[in-house]
Nanobody
Framework: QVQLVESGGGLVQAGGSLRLSCAASGVIFRRNNMGWYRQAPGKQRELVAV???????NYGDSVKGRFTISRDNAKNTVYLQMNSLNPEDPAVYSC???????????WGQGTQVTVSS
């Protein structure tokens, strides 16, 4: 029943921008903490950004100042605005939700971000 669907990935030139979206269903969205993670080939998965149910945010050091996470509870959607993309950013970006009531994590299928130079 729980489903997260990411969209917005694609190919962009270095220095360009993308906005990723993650639409949630089957959850009480406004009560969940949401986050974005990424994993590139040969690299470990890393935290990109988190936004809590209360709207507090946290970012990985490599994206701080360039990426912005936000949420629209009316649309059950979390966003990641990605600016000033560089060759270190290409990866599969996945949306994660955490339902604190049942202590369960859930993940989307991921969306590919590719940066050309």
């Amino acid at each position: 029943q729980v489903q997260l669907v990411e969209s917005g990935g694609g190919l962009v030139q270095a220095g360009g921008s993308l906005r990723l979206s993650c639409a949630a269903s089957g959850v009480i969205f406004r009560r969940n903490n949401m986050g974005w993670y990424r994993q590139a080939p040969g690299k470990q998965r890393e935290l990109v950004a988190v936004i809590t149910s209360g709207g507090s945010t946290n970012y990985g050091d490599s994206v701080k100042g360039r990426f912005t996470i936000s949420r629209d509870n009316a649309k059950n959607t979390v966003y990641l605005q990605m600016n000033s993309l560089n060759p270190e950013d290409p990866a599969v970006y996945s949306c994660k939700g955490h339902d604190g009531l049942v202590q369960r994590d859930y993940w989307g299928q991921g969306t590919q971000v590719t940066v050309s130079s």
